[in-house]
């Protein structure tokens, strides 16, 4: 019996069988256009804006000088321009609000995760999404209204017995201040941090954890060594997200932080009042006299560089973790 060997190479009738179909070299013309066009007129936004904050905070430099940085007796109205109290202000509600918010966050996207019932992950996911998108002003209502008399008449009151009135549990205790505005400023990025760490943790292969469990780890140790190392790099990144709202906060901590005082500038200890950049840019915005004006600019300036090392910061710690699983 003959045997009929089959050619791979024959067409079999099928026209251009075998022929790869090329698109035209022009057939993604439009669309590397529209790229091109997109990134220049982002670019030449960022350029202009950028250009603008600094043209007008030279001024603002001449008329305050480098004492800017050093001093610390702010008084928009009398032509007082001692930052140095606003920077530590918005280093510091950020700092506490970060240590406050990432444990409390990342925790409740693993309890999501991994710990809940399935029927109430929706529910309870679609709750912190909505925290998310409250306006900043509820939040300083609710910080004025509400905290400031639970700290002022009981949560302070408590901490400086436990502190036995020692730093930085001690001075008078107002409600107002860097504590409540720690709080506020937490609650406000927790659901930031939340749900994005949850987007993250559910991206990890089940076959790590499954994986983990079958060599005989606890759910625990599953946690700690698999899940939080694979996802390090989204929750920098969430982090990251978290500060730069924190750090641009304005209505919400103008209305808790108190101001700064003569008496006590420096936010020295937990219960001192203060103000942030952002805060302070907002609250005199409505006075802006002459070259005094200009010093908001330089001010915006300052919180522009500030957000601008933390960015850097985060890609670079990004980058090298990157690298290692590379």
């Known amino acids: 019996m003959a045997t009929t060997e089959f050619d791979s190479s024959t067409d079999h009738g099928v026209p251009d069988a075998g022929r790869e179909r090329k698109l035209s070299a022009g057939s993604d013309r439009g669309y590397r256009f529209s790229l091109y066009a997109i990134v220049t007129l982002v670019g030449a936004i960022v350029f202009y804006f950028v250009y603008v904050l600094i043209k007008n905070s030279i001024p603002g ?21 001692g930052a140095l109290p606003l920077i530590l202000g918005t280093l510091l509600t950020t700092l506490f609000a970060l240590l406050l918010a990432v444990p409390v966050g990342v925790g409740a996207a693993l309890a999501i995760v991994y710990l809940i019932p399935r029927r109430l992950r929706l529910a309870v996911s679609s709750l912190v999404e909505l925290l998310a998108v409250v306006p900043s002003i509820v939040y300083g209502v609710w910080g004025a209204l509400v905290m400031a008399t639970f700290l002022g008449n009981k949560g ?12 930085p549990f001690n001075g008078a205790t107002p409600g107002y201040g860097m504590t409540l505005g720690a709080i506020v400023l937490a609650v406000m990025i927790m659901p930031i941090v939340t749900a994005i760490s949850r987007d993250v943790i559910v991206a990890v292969p089940k076959e790590l954890t499954e994986g983990a469990l079958s060599l005989g780890a606890t759910r625990g140790q599953v946690i700690r060594k698999v899940i939080l190392p694979s ?7 969430a982090v990251t997200l978290a500060t730069g709202r924190a750090l641009g906060e304005t209505i919400a901590l103008a209305t808790v932080l108190g101001g700064v005082t003569q008496q006590s500038p420096l936010p020295d200890r937990a219960f001192a009042t203060g103000s942030t950049l952002a805060a302070e840019i ?43 699983f590379q």
């Open 61 to 81: 430099w001449q008329f305050a000088g480098w004492s800017i940085f050093t001093s610390t007796n702010w008084s928009f109205g009398e032509n007082h321009f």
């Open 231 to 237: 996802c390090k790099t989204g929750i920098v990144g």
């Open 156 to 167: 302070e009151p408590w901490l400086k017995r436990v502190a036995h009135g020692a730093w």
């Open 282 to 324: 907002a609250i005199d915005f409505g006075a802006i006299t002459g070259k005094a004006g200009n010093v908001l600019f330089a001010l915006a300036l300052i919180l522009m560089v500030i957000v601008g090392a933390v960015t850097y910061l985060a890609r670079s710690i990004i980058r090298r973790n990157q690298r290692q």
